[in-house]
């Protein structure tokens, strides 16, 4: 039986709707800021439709996923450990580790790259990495129901950027739109492959899935929350494809940070900066989560308390991301993440999946 | 308390001992007459009894009752509570509560008498907690009056008064009042539980046991209000709280709370939900502001100066431009200010500390802009949000509120935007795992409760107010019922 039977259970529970937040808000990350030329280098004017196409194949792998989950008292390490065995399952439960260590070093470390080339160029990267690991040290110890509610006010708080999205229409030409559909089917592969970085992070669906009150009836809003990520995504690459021409959307990094320089308010002058501090809250549950996706598996897996587990995680966490000193390092982490992440979403889940139905029909049984 | 147990460790071995021990205090009489054709010997505290009631009801009766034992005279004394009791401690006990020990001849039995005398000022308007409307009726030190006050107010068969004493030396008797089945028993069972295990030697007011209740000691956040008006109370009674009162405090503690009661006047019950709603909303945003605005300031001026446009920065940079001190030092030193203004009108006679507090505002506002050691907007800046942070209602709330900006305004300074962010997210943080009595402390936000929302923010009409709080978790959901339902709702010209 899983380890949630233990105890008061329904004081560890979330109700079932915060899964939207929990996976819309693992989704979005630092990649909003700057994930518009990756897609338009292959898909052109076609990148909003890349985005829209990605999104829909993301609602699949949330249907795939519940039916991997089924009825909820297990979670991806139970099943791990049911189906391939203790030695073969653990390997699979500590490639999962890797995989959320990856995620918190990545977003953190890119974070904190804009942070250092937007607002401080000379911060050294260890003052805010350690700030925002003993936060999450903080969070963590307040148990899921505390990282849920990160989710939550990660979301809520930063949701008034949204219409921040309206202030470059006045300078933008709707026509770069067109002709719609004027790419071959391998140059919306290829720009579905680089999206998916984007919208990873639906993975914490397979931990979080047991702490769900009901986790059937939060079917349909994991799906909300993979409708809102695409529906900002989309928004926010129509306003970059309209605003940028072609060319000058290749030119810029972060192309939504330079973006934000049109919006005008009476007293402030560079909006970006005000976006990127809200996106501190954007960023943390990112962090929270996957660290804590972490901590269950060594709990799970390696026996070790999670209040010990944690400490031995953003040790490490702390150790790789100040290891990292310039932007290529930073880029290579992305593309690494990317390549593992396609890895992750094409191969190993629809693998898991068809394991899991095979599974279940020969032994009747979870 | 060492001098206090090694008193108690030599018990007095008879009722004698006792009274030759406790003669040692002024106030403490042994009388016996002897004379008379009815002998009597009296025993009580002088300052504790009633000398009135003694010479009126008790002495009287005593003197021409002619009965032989205490059973007799028991029954025909006409006061109630009266016991017959040889058990030193109980005597002891009763004797310092301000009962009289009668006894007819010498020996351990006396008989037990309460004429203790009550002390308590008249009743007063709240002070502390001000409204233009609704009744000006606050608490009194006296815990019978509290009583009386609460139970006038809820004249119910359910409301329900508990009592539990705590303290070694003060004895202080404490009640817990609530009204059964709108108050959950869980809640019910968890204060009490922690009253039980509550050890300290004199509970002076009421905010000794706000500060040993709650659930995290470490939170600078009121897990508790503290209320003196009894329309607040009976109100919070209402939605599903308990109250506890204390014996010689003026203040009543209401628990459990979540954090947006904090910001909720209890006049906003009286005035129209609509006006109400937007108070309520000014309140929050000038709650923030207060915290935020110097912060904010220092963030920005000492790294972010590109963020205010051109023409701002001009005003900015020209009131500054004489300033030698870095923006930090400069908020410090005015915040501190403004703090110690506080504090000085807070512990000067009344007369005194108002004027001294314009005055001293003014003059120390004024003058340190003349001396250049701070700029005007930084003035206005600091002004605005000491008078905002003293819109909260609740008074604990200000002072977290006027302490939290402090650790803000050092992050500001650390790391600018980022560490006003990073410092918001730890605040979030802790109040996402704060809870009060167990409940969830941000409620009903987060977890999020849509059907609490209806007076919490803002205030909807009181016939959309039909069901209880889901915070408190009571069995009585229902507040009212609906009686007059319109089939369908009439068109014009119709009415």
Redesign the interface.
């Known amino acids: 039986m899983s380890d949630l039977e233990q105890g008061n259970r329904n004081d560890l529970l ?2 079932p ?2 899964i939207m937040f929990i996976i819309h808000s693992n989704q979005v990350g630092v990649g909003v800021l700057g994930f518009q030329r990756y897609i338009a280098a292959y898909a052109g004017n076609d990148a909003w439709i890349v985005v829209i196409v990605t999104g829909l194949i993301f609602h699949l792998f949330i249907w795939m996923m519940y039916r991997i989950l089924s009825d909820g008292t297990f979670d991806i390490i139970d099943l791990h450990n049911k189906w391939f065995g203790k030695w073969i399952g653990s390997v699979f439960n500590l490639a999962l580790m890797m995989y959320l260590l990856l995620g918190t070093i990545v977003i953190l470390r890119t974070f904190i790259e804009v ?1 250092q080339a937007w ?2 160029p000379e ?1 050294a990267t260890w ?2 990495v350690a ?2 690991l003993l ?1 999450t040290y ?2 963590l ?2 148990g899921f ?2 990282v849920a ?2 989710c ?2 990660g979301v809520i708080i930063p949701v008034w950027l949204v219409f921040t999205a309206t202030a470059p229409i006045k300078f933008s030409t709707f026509s770069n739109l067109l002709p719609m559909m004027d790419h071959s089917l391998k140059d919306f592969a290829l720009g579905t492959r680089q999206m998916t970085l984007s919208y990873v992070g639906i993975d914490i669906l397979l931990l979080a899935y047991p702490f769900l009150k009901n986790p059937r009836s939060s079917r349909i809003w994991a799906h909300m929350g993979v409708l809102l990520t695409t529906l900002v995504y989309t928004m926010v690459m129509i306003v970059s494809l309209a605003f940028y021409s072609a060319g000058q959307l290749q030119q810029s990094i972060w192309s939504t940070l330079i973006a934000w320089k049109v919006v005008e308010l ?5 909006f970006e ?2 976006g ?3 996106w ?2 954007v960023v ?1 549950p990112n962090i929270c989560l996957t660290m804590w996706g972490a901590s269950r598996v060594g709990k799970k897996v390696l026996h070790i308390k999670q209040k010990y587990f944690v400490i031995i995680l953003i040790a490490f966490v702390f150790t790789v991301c100040v290891m990292v000193v310039n932007r290529d390092q930073v880029d290579y982490l992305n593309t690494l993440t990317s390549i593992i992440g396609t890895y992750v979403y094409y191969f190993y889940i629809p693998f898991i999946f068809l394991y899991s139905m095979i599974w279940r029909r020969v032994k009747k049984r979870i | 308390m060492k001098w206090f147990k090694k008193g108690a460790s030599e018990k007095p071995e008879n009722l004698e001992e006792m009274v030759k021990d406790l003669k040692q205090s002024i106030d403490f009489v042994d009388y016996e007459n002897k004379e008379s054709d009815q002998p009597y010997r009296l025993i009580y505290f002088a300052s504790l009894i009633d000398p009135e009631q003694l010479h009126r009801d008790l002495l009287p009766v005593i003197k021409e009752s002619r009965s032989k034992s205490l059973e007799d005279l028991k029954g025909i004394l006409p006061i109630e509570n009266i016991e017959i009791s040889s058990k030193l401690p109980l005597i002891q006990e009763r004797l310092l509560e301000g009962h009289v020990a009668i006894q007819l001849s010498r020996g351990q039995k006396v008989l037990l008498v309460n004429i203790s005398l009550r002390k308590s000022r008249d009743l007063s308007a709240p002070e502390i907690e001000f409204s233009v409307m609704g009744p000006k009726e606050g608490l009194v030190e006296d815990l019978h009056t509290n009583m009386n006050l609460l139970r006038r107010r809820i004249p119910h068969p359910r409301l329900r008064m508990k009592e539990i004493t705590i303290g070694t030396v003060s004895k202080t008797k404490v009640v817990v009042a609530f009204i059964e089945g709108v108050a959950s028993e869980q809640n019910i069972n968890t204060v009490m539980q922690r009253l039980e295990d509550l050890d300290f030697d004199i509970i002076s007011d009421s905010s000794f046991i706000g500060q040993m209740l709650e659930d995290n000691s470490l939170s600078v956040f009121p897990q508790m209000i503290d209320t003196e008006r009894t329309d607040r109370i009976t109100g919070h009674m209402n939605f599903g709280a308990f109250a506890i009162l204390t014996e010689g405090s003026s203040n009543a503690l209401i628990g459990p709370i979540n954090f947006g009661q904090l910001l909720v006047s209890f006049e906003d019950y009286y005035l129209g939900w609509n006006i109400a709603s937007f108070f309520r909303i000014v309140r929050m945003i000038a709650i923030l502001a207060s915290i935020i605005a110097t912060p904010l300031y220092v963030a920005v001026l000492t790294y972010h100066y590109e963020l205010f446009p051109s023409k701002l920065l001009a005003t900015l940079i020209s009131s500054r431009s004489d300033i030698p001190f870095s923006p930090v030092v400069e908020v410090f030193f005015l915040e501190v200010t403004i703090d110690l203004l506080r504090e000085a009108g807070a512990r000067m006679p009344t007369k005194v500390g108002q004027t001294l507090g314009i005055v001293g505002g003014i003059v120390i506002g004024t003058a340190a802009v003349e001396a250049s050691l701070t700029s005007n907007i930084l003035l206005i800046l600091v002004a605005l949000s000491a008078l905002a942070s003293f819109t909260t209602p609740v008074y604990r709330m200000t002072n977290t509120i006027r302490f939290l900006r402090y650790p803000l305004i050092l992050f500001a300074q650390l790391l600018g935007l980022i560490g006003v962010a990073l410092f918001g997210l730890f605040i979030l943080t802790h109040m996402i795992r704060l809870t009060s009595f167990g409940n969830p402390y941000l409620a009903p936000l987060y977890p999020p409760r849509i059907k609490d929302w209806y007076d919490s923010f803002f205030r909807l009409p009181y016939v959309m107010q039909k069901n209880r709080f889901q915070f408190f978790r009571g069995k009585q959901s229902k507040r009212f019922e609906d009686k007059k339902k319109r089939k369908h709702s009439l068109d014009f010209d119709e009415q």
């Open positions: 979330i109700s709707f915060l942070i607002m401080f911060l003052i805010p700030l925002y936060l903080y969070v110890a307040g129901r505390t509610g990160i939550f006010f009476p007293f402030v002058e560079r900066y005000i990127i501090t809200f501190c809250f943390f």
